[in-house]
């Protein structure tokens, strides 16, 4: 106990070296209102870097699902598509991403300064535009890696990272910087309108949803998906286990995601932490028993996926809504998340690890829910609003996705070819296999 009792006393004492002199100040925690000010600003930096790990880590959730969900003969090809996501989307959204979403804007359409990180004032200067920058490039990335799964083993690895730059350069901060870009130098049209999103129901899993719908239309379905008389096909995904492990680190990563998006080290992380959790139960839950009823066993598929749609649901009304509210949203999210998997199948819509119900539909539901169930009451004026969003959300990301993808596949070509599909996206655009002498081409 005296061990902690002295750490404790260290801790709240800071000695500050005078600059002009040999004489040593004693601030005292408590009587200082600058130190405490300047303890909550660092614990803000910490909060909002570890968070910014949390949905960093989330890659590798989104790989290991799209992986186990999908056939052996392309783990690799998403593995790297994973990566180059990242990757490749992280110099893209400091070059022109960043600006466009966070810029100053004296239109309320997009930013138009800010580009590669110029408001960076160097070591000597303030270093928050560093730490925003960097919470905000993973979401980016979340954004443009939802796309992956909807069009896996059929895509040329050149066209999709063509589309993953121009997302995280473009499409996706475009819609930021409507709804979220007062949070730096920006002011979106449709902030100005009172629009909710929390942590990006809309902004980051509706836009990944519907420029994954995008994606999956233009490509078409994969080889032996329809019959002949239009019957439904399954393909099994290779390694569920691996899928079921990168949903646990979807929702690991999600408490980053959600309570992160407050950018400050205080109490009210604690509520949203709970919302989060809460939701996601109730979606995984719910999305069993409608797999259960439907199909006369409880589907792991469909109750994965009910675990990730029950937080993509709260997530823009994690901070604004009740906890009871939050297993009501997280249900209807796994009721919904089930129904469209089956609607969007009969569609002929080929989207192999359900990525436009998860983020797509359910994104745009639980930017709804946070107007229907707003702590601080609702009206018709808030739900126009959330409506409004969610139509714009669509109508940007899905025609400029559906765009781009035509664009991409009209020059240099966006589907690979019948054979090389049926042997395999891992050893034709790769030359790799993921289980190399363990492997058959299913």
Known sequence: MKKIAWA???????????????????????????????????????????????VFFMQAGFAMVESGFTRAKSAVNIMMKNLMDFSMGSIAFWAIGFGIMF????????????????????????????AFWMFQCVFAATAATIVSGAVAERTKFIGYLIYSVVLCAIIYPVFGSWAWGS????????????????????????????????????????????????????????????AAIGVFILWLGWFGFNPGSTTTGDS?????????????????????FTSWIMFKKPDIGMSLNGALAGLVGITAGCANVAPSSAIII???????????????DKMHID?????VSVHGVCGAWGTLAAGLFNMGGTNMKIITTQLIGIGAAFIWAFGAAFILFKVIDMTIGLRISKEDEMLGVDITEHGAHAYNDFQTLN
């Open 8 to 54: 404790l006393a260290l801790f709240l004492t800071i000695p500050a070296a005078a600059m002009a002199g040999e004489e040593v100040i004693n601030i005292t925690i408590g009587s200082n209102k600058e130190a405490i000010d300047l303890l909550q600003t660092n614990l803000n930096y910490v909060w909002t870097l570890v968070a910014a790990c949390l």
């Open 103 to 130: 810029g100053t804007s004296g239109t309320g359409w997009f930013g138009t300064d800010g580009f590669f990180l110029s408001g960076w004032e160097g070591p000597d200067g303030d270093q928050w535009v560093l």
């Open 183 to 242: 949070l730096l130098n920006g002011s979106g049209w449709l902030e100005g309108m009172g629009f909710i999103d929390f942590a990006g129901s809309t902004v980051v899993h509706s836009i990944g949803g519907w420029a994954a719908l995008a994606g999956a239309i233009v490509l078409g379905p994969r080889l032996g998906k329809y019959g002949k008389n239009g019957e439904v096909r399954a393909i099994p995904g290779h390694n569920i286990p691996m």
């Open 268 to 288: 009210s992380i604690a509520m949203i932490f709970v919302t989060t959790n809460l939701s996601a139960a109730a979606g995984a839950i719910f999305a069993m």
């Open 330 to 344: 997280g249900a209807i999210s796994g009721v919904l998340v089930v129904l469209s998997v089956v609607t969007i």
């Open 351 to 355: 989207d192999p690890v359900g990525a």
